[in-house]
């Protein structure tokens, strides 16, 4: 079954501090995928997306992520968190096909120290 | 910059009264979707729809829930006697097929 992984609930990290989130997906082919913010009470906001080519992709806010085929996963990064990117992030993959659809995890909260 | 569009951005209805979501999608798209988020939950699938008919829906889209495309503009989610667990945030997205979708801001939905 489909099905996308985001292991951490909540992570904290200090204000200029790197940032990694992890996700990790089971797809039967290698799908698109997606990284999306969300701040409180806000909608959806693409971060970054992954279709083919450099597996290494940049995405807006300073964010980037990677994917690794052989792990199956697309973690997000950032070099160094600033107070105004604490949100929801949520990994996404989906889909192969045109009628297929996208499937979240299940979001990570990112804190921030000041 | 072309966008999804959700009326109202908050609704407050009555436990057993219907509601109807809108949604203007982009306009060259063809593919349509409403999903779910249930505070501080993930974001659900709910139902998909192409070339006037749903592709695919969860099992949470029971037989309260509806979609319909009435123009050629609006996307519309109906719920039928709501519940209290109704209550959410309710997306809608639109793509061309090309695998990445576009979300709209979303509906709070609040019933009491």
């Known amino acids: 079954a489909q099905s996308v992984t985001q292991p951490d609930i909540h992570i904290t990290v200090s204000e200029g501090a790197s940032l990694e989130l992890r996700c990790n997906y089971s797809?039967?082919?290698?799908?698109?995928l997606f990284w999306y913010v969300q701040s409180p009470g806000q909608g959806l906001q693409l971060l970054l997306k992954y279709f083919s080519g450099d597996t290494l992709v940049q995405g807006i806010k300073g964010f980037e992520a990677e994917f690794k085929r052989s792990q199956s996963s697309f973690n997000l990064r950032k070099p160094s968190v600033h107070w105004s990117d604490a949100a929801e992030y949520f990994c996404?993959?989906?889909?192969?096909?045109?009628?297929?659809?996208?499937?979240f995890g299940k979001g990570t909260r990112l804190h921030i120290l000041p | 910059e072309p966008e999804v569009t959700q009326t109202p951005s908050h609704q407050v209805t009555q436990m057993g009264q219907e509601v109807i979501l809108r949604c203007v999608p982009i306009s060259n798209h063809l593919y349509f979707y409403w999903y779910r988020q249930i505070l501080g939950q993930k974001v659900e699938f709910l139902v998909s729809?192409?070339?006037?008919?749903?592709?695919?829906k969860s099992e949470i889209f029971d037989d309260q829930f509806s979609v319909e495309r009435p123009d050629g503009s609006n996307f519309t989610l109906k719920i039928r006697s709501t519940k209290l667990e109704d209550s959410a945030m309710y997306f809608c997205?639109?793509?061309?097929?090309?695998?990445?979708?576009?979300f709209g801001q979303g509906t709070r939905l609040t019933v009491v």
């Open positions: 997205a639109s793509s061309t097929g090309t695998a990445e979708a576009f």
């Open positions: 996404a993959v989906g889909p192969l096909n045109r009628d297929d659809k996208i499937i």
């Open positions: 729809f192409y070339n006037n008919e749903i592709s695919e």
């Open positions: 797809y039967g082919a290698t799908p698109y």
